[in-house]
């Protein structure tokens, strides 16, 4: 489950996150947006390129004041890294429990009285033109909200959307999530092709 928010982190927690936020002051990165208006919320990850990103999202959730959460396999959390990996804002899943995935990360929001999960869509940095659709299925089982957030670490820019509720029809929301990204990075190959997919997708739906 989540980090228990009034339990205080290990020392070793406090390290780690405390160079990561250094090195996100390093590099210098621009923030745009702001804080979404609720406490449960996916964050999308967009584009996954470089390690680099993990530390982006970091340093610019810390900055709106969101404390981040990720999904990870429950082995990962096995002494003597449970501490740790909770303090990072870990969520253990059990891989191994086919077809059970989205319910047991939509079991960790309903436990919880907030929750910013953060997602790469894109499933890892080699990217083959469509998203990973585990994100809006764990949206769709949770009731929560999809926050857009993109990152360009050529300019070091970066920022946060407005939160987007899905409704269920999964073309007409990836599309609303193209626009958002190609409005952000127009020179962005990798949105692009999410943009046609998004638009593929709409059509085989019509056509159905």
């Known amino acids: 489950m989540p980090t228990d928010p009034n339990r205080r982190p290990s020392l070793l927690s406090r390290l780690v996150r405390r160079i990561l936020l250094a090195l996100y002051r390093w590099k210098g990165w621009t923030l745009e947006g702001r804080r979404p208006d609720c406490d449960k919320f996916i964050i999308l990850g967009a584009p996954h390129t470089s ?12 900055e709106l004041g969101i404390r981040p959460n990720f999904i990870g396999k429950s082995s990962l959390f096995k002494w003597p890294m449970t501490r740790f990996m909770l303090d990072m804002g870990g969520v253990p899943v059990e891989r191994s429990k086919s077809g059970n995935y989205v ?8 436990r919880s009285d907030d929750l910013a999960l953060v997602i790469a869509p894109e499933g890892s940095r080699t990217f083959r033109g469509e998203w990973k659709t585990g994100f809006y299925h764990i949206a769709m089982a949770a009731g929560v909200p ?16 407005e939160a987007i509720v899905p409704t269920g029809d999964y073309a007409a929301d990836l599309a609303r999530l193209a626009a958002f990204y190609r409005e952000k990075r127009p020179d962005c190959d990798r949105f692009a092709a999410l943009e046609n997919h998004a638009l593929t997708l709409k059509e085989k739906t019509r056509d159905s």
């Open 51 to 62: 390690n680099w990103d993990f530390i982006f999202f970091l340093g610019a959730t810390h």
């Open 103 to 110: 319910e047991q990360v939509a079991a960790a929001f309903a």
């Open 146 to 161: 999809i926050v857009p957030a993109w990152v360009d670490n050529a300019t070091m820019r970066g920022g946060i959307g």
